[in-house]
């Protein structure tokens, strides 16, 4: 059975349950909305830079709120420069880098560090991408260079990237902030490699332009010596260095630059050129002197002799320094008659006072040619003077050669006897034999050549010349009485005025019966007709046969021919006691 109507309609008040029904539904309402707002936000990316705000500063730690209900800690220090104290203070908006959301403790974990470098990253990028500098500042030392900190990012500068020159001390560069030039950059790998030096470069070619712009080459200015060494100086003229050479200090011969110059000291220079493309200047000192070259041929002119000082010594020769600016060579050849092929530093030493000769003078090239053997005389004339030829001279055989031996005669000068000139009886070869190196002899001079710095001697002329003195005037058909030394089976030996010669057997007789050796005995004494004068092998050709060839022909046309009917034996008898009568 249905239920009555009124029993099943809704009061029209409402009542409590429904009111409590109402306000449940109206909370869940606005959570949801509340949630789906939040959703709706947008909550912060881990790895990205978000702003917050410093709530906090407590136990060396900034306490900061990057939104979303999300607090995290960093240390101070993140906030400060090198060598510099956090600037940093509660309500302060702060950039950092949201590492993570939630760590242990429920705190998003947060780093300005990490924030300062990809902000830093972000700049230095489109500075490196337009060539532009950067600041930063050094801040620690690593192995082959420093550390650079450009606002966050950390970069490396190399040792030869500090300066322009080596620093030894780079202290007073530490925590400096100045402008870097940025040489390459790699990202992904964190790498930063700046310059320095390359900022100096530039504002130091900047500088050097605008002062070679105001020098002219020729001009004279004030320099401060910067730096020296052995070939010379640099000196600054006012922000641009300039090369002092060492030849161009002054006239005379500078060993070293130190010599006449110090560091820090002001000196007057003279431009002598200038490179306009790589801003390199040439410095002259001496081009402010007066050159002593332009009296030069008026106070040394040629063959007058001067004392001077030995300035230098090379292989070729010796300088020496007539007056201060003013140097001559004594040419090797130039410093010794007698000794040849001999350092000059075995002749003369350095800074010894010697007297030369000027030789030539050549005003264009700046050389003067000197002369140290010619203020001595010449060995070879003072010898010819003094030992004329014929004079006998005695010396030690100083070398033996295969032509001949040199001797040492006065003066420090050698004599050469030659192998012809050793003996008369031996070959020379075979007499060179009987000498050694010491042995003193005695020589006769034969020749004296001055011009060729020769002298001739003779061993076997000492005594004279015992070939010529015993054939005297003999002439080829001469008749000279010899004496029989030797028999022996082609002929027999003889001996005339110590000279010995040999007659053969067929020139014994001009009977062939009698042309017989060994009817001579030792001793006898013969006559006999010259037939040859050899004065190079020193031998007389001597027969009896010509002697009686020519007594036969002399006896017929004195006393008849024959066609007088006269036989050979009355011819032959008549002339007989004629040279008896």
Known sequence: MPRPAE????????TKETNSHMAQHTSMEEFEAL??????????????????????????????????????????????NPGENADINVGDEVEVFLRSAENSRGEAVVSREMARREEA???????????????????????????????????????????????????????????FQILKMDRRRGNIVVSRRAI???SRAEQRAEVIANLEEGQAVDGVVKNITEYGAFVDLGGVDGLLHVTDMAWRRVNHPSEILSIGETVKVQVIKINKETHRISLGMKQLQEDPWDLVAAKFPLSSVHQGRVTNITDYGAFV????????????????????????????????????????????????????????RNPWEVFAETHPEGT???????????????????????GMVHLSDLSWDERGEDAIQNYRKGDMVQAVVS??????????????????????????GTKRGSIITVAVTAIEDGGVEVEYEGMKSFIRRSDLSRDRSEQRPERFSVGDKIDVRVTNVDSKTRRLGLSIKAREIAEEKEAVEQYG???????????????LKSNDD
Request: no cysteine; glycine share 12%; aromatic share 6%.
């Open 392 to 414: 006998v001279v005695e010396g030690e055989v100083k070398n033996i050669t295969e032509f001949g031996l040199f001797v040492g005669l006065d003066g420090d000068i050698d």
């Open 200 to 202: 100096l470069e530039e």
């Open 447 to 472: 020749e004296v050549d001055t011009e060729k710095e020769r002298i001739s001697l003779s061993i076997k002329n000492v005594g004279g010349d015992k070939f010529a003195e015993a054939v005297g």
């Open 121 to 179: 990253w972000d700049r230095l990028e489109k500075a490196y991408a337009d060539d532009a500098r950067v600041e930063g500042a050094i801040f620690g030392r690593v192995k082959g260079g420093f550390t650079v900190d450009l606002g966050g990012a950390v970069a490396f500068l190399p040792g030869s990237q500090v300066d322009v020159r080596p620093v030894r001390d780079a202290g007073p560069l530490m925590g400096l902030k100045q402008p």
């Open 35 to 80: 949630l789906n707002e939040s959703f709706e936000m947008d909550t912060p990316e881990e790895g990205s830079v978000v702003k917050g705000k410093v709530i906090a500063i407590e136990a060396g730690q900034a306490i900061i709120d990057v939104g979303y209900k999300m607090e995290g800690r960093v240390d101070l220090k993140e906030f400060a």
């Open 321 to 376: 320094e007539l007056e201060p600016g003013v140097e001559g060579l004594v040419h090797v050849s130039e410093m010794s008659w007698t000794k040849k092929n001999v350092h000059p530093g075995k002749i003369v030493s350095t800074s010894q006072e010697v007297e030369v000769m000027v030789l030539e003078i050549d005003g264009a090239k700046r050389r003067v040619s000197l002369g140290l053997k010619q203020t001595m």
């Open 561 to 575: 021919s024959s066609d007088s009917g006269a036989s050979l034996g009355d011819i032959l008898g008549a002339a």
């Open 7 to 14: 029993t099943t309609a809704r009061p029209d008040k409402p």
